[in-house]
């Protein structure tokens, strides 16, 4: 089972942090989204045991994925946010290591997904953080 937390709303160039929380230890986990009128688009991914990450094109230099294995948690942190990375964030594992790409077919189970928001600067609120 995995638990998303940490979606919410933000301006241009704001902050937001998502956590994501397994059940068990696994080898790999890994961030989508999935924009309006968009497939689901591979964001970040993590090997647990060596740290290893990997990246798509458009968040490379913004986002940062990490892990707390002691917590069975990953992390994704994202920094100057702009309205293009609004859509829904979906937290998925593998439990082999991480291999073949963003794939969604190599990835064994999926969360709910956590709502991210983003405005343009000055509209909308500064940020709101969802549960």
């Known amino acids: 089972q995995l638990v998303e937390s940490g979606g919410g709303s933000v301006q241009a160039g704001g902050s937001l942090r998502l956590s994501c929380a397994a059940s068990?230890?696994?080898?790999?986990m890994g961030w989508f989204r999935q924009k309006p009128d968009n497939g689901r688009e591979g964001v970040a991914r993590?090997?647990?045991?060596?740290?290893?990450?990997d990246y798509g094109d458009s968040v490379k230099g913004r986002f940062t994925i990490s892990r707390n294995n002691l917590r069975n948690t990953v992390y994704l942190q994202m920094n100057s946010l702009q309205p293009e990375d609004t859509g829904i964030y979906f937290c998925?594992?593998?439990?082999?290591?991480?291999?073949?790409?963003?794939?969604?077919?190599?990835?064994?189970?999926w969360g709910q997904g956590t709502k991210v928001t983003v405005s343009e600067w000055g509209q909308g609120p500064q940020v709101t953080v969802s549960p």
């Open positions: 068990a230890y696994t080898y790999c």
């Open positions: 993590i090997d647990t045991g060596d740290g290893w990450s």
């Open positions: 998925a594992l593998r439990t082999r290591f991480c291999t073949g790409g963003f794939a969604r077919e190599n990835f064994d189970e």
